[in-house]
Each structure stands twice: as C-alpha cells, then as structure tokens.
C-alpha cells in the first residue's frame, strides 16, 4: 500500500467521519476546519481516487473509502518503524516513551496487549 502525503491523510480523515460524502461537501468541512480553498481539495480527492484510496460514484460525485481507517493506521506505522527504527518496534517503544513517566495502570495496558501477541 502506497503511503499518504499529510494532505491526503487529512481528506481520509474527513471521509471516514462523513462517509459517504460528497466531493462539495469534503470541501465545504475542509474551508472550515483547515482553511483550504475548494480546489486545493478537490485535487487531494483527485488524488486519492487515482493512489486507489477512494472511490467515487455518481451522481453527486460521492466519495467513500477503500481502506478502513484501521488498515491506513497499520500501514503508516509499520513505515514510520521501518524508514525511522530499522523495523524495530522495540527502538519505536523505546523512543515513545522515552523519559514520560507511565501510570500503572498503562504498563498494565501495554503488557496486556504485549501479551496478547504471545
């Protein structure tokens, strides 16, 4: 899977809080929340449908998603841990948490869901 731009993660954003969702009313939510003009978004939804990351149907130009928020998350991660960490997850850990002081309650979390991989 290809990785998003920021611009592009922003419209993926907005189409799975909305979707299915108009290209006009991407736009309209966009100007208000990010201040785009509608042709800077209308070219990020361009963009997105020919990467393959959306779909749209007409009438009404209607966008929806091919990937589930969940799915771009996975993918995006494992990227940042390759291209930053050398594919360690334990090097991305070790700098997330770094010097931050975790409750017991989060290490608690954490070592469930460590668990879980097991």
Same mark, same amino acid.
């Given at each position: 899977?290809k990785?998003?731009?920021?611009?592009?993660?922003?419209?993926m954003?907005?189409?799975?809080?909305?979707?299915?969702?108009?290209?006009?009313?991407?736009s309209?939510?966009?100007?208000?929340?990010?201040?785009?003009n %509608?042709?800077?978004?209308?070219?990020?939804?361009?963009?997105?449908?020919?990467?393959?990351?959306?779909k749209?149907?007409?009438?009404?130009?209607?966008?929806?998603?091919?990937? %589930?928020?969940?799915?771009i998350?996975?993918?995006?991660?494992?990227?940042?841990?390759?291209?930053?960490?050398?594919?360690? %997850?334990k090097?991305?850990?070790?700098a997330?948490?770094?010097?931050?002081?975790?409750?017991?309650?989060?290490i608690?979390?954490?070592?469930?869901?460590?668990?879980?991989?097991?």
């Amino acid at each position: 899977m290809k990785n998003l731009f920021d611009s592009e993660l922003k419209v993926m954003e907005l189409i799975w809080e909305n979707e299915p969702v108009s290209a006009r009313d991407i736009s309209l939510i966009a100007a208000e929340r990010i201040g785009w003009n %509608k042709n800077t978004t209308y070219t990020v939804i361009k963009k997105l449908e020919s990467k393959g990351f959306i779909k749209r149907e007409e009438p009404g130009f209607i966008c929806t998603s091919v990937y %589930k928020r969940e799915e771009i998350q996975r993918s995006e991660a494992e990227s940042l841990v390759d291209k930053l960490f050398g594919g360690s %997850k334990k090097a991305l850990f070790s700098a997330l948490i770094g010097d931050e002081k975790l409750t017991t309650e989060e290490i608690a979390e954490l070592k469930e869901l460590i668990d879980k991989k097991s």
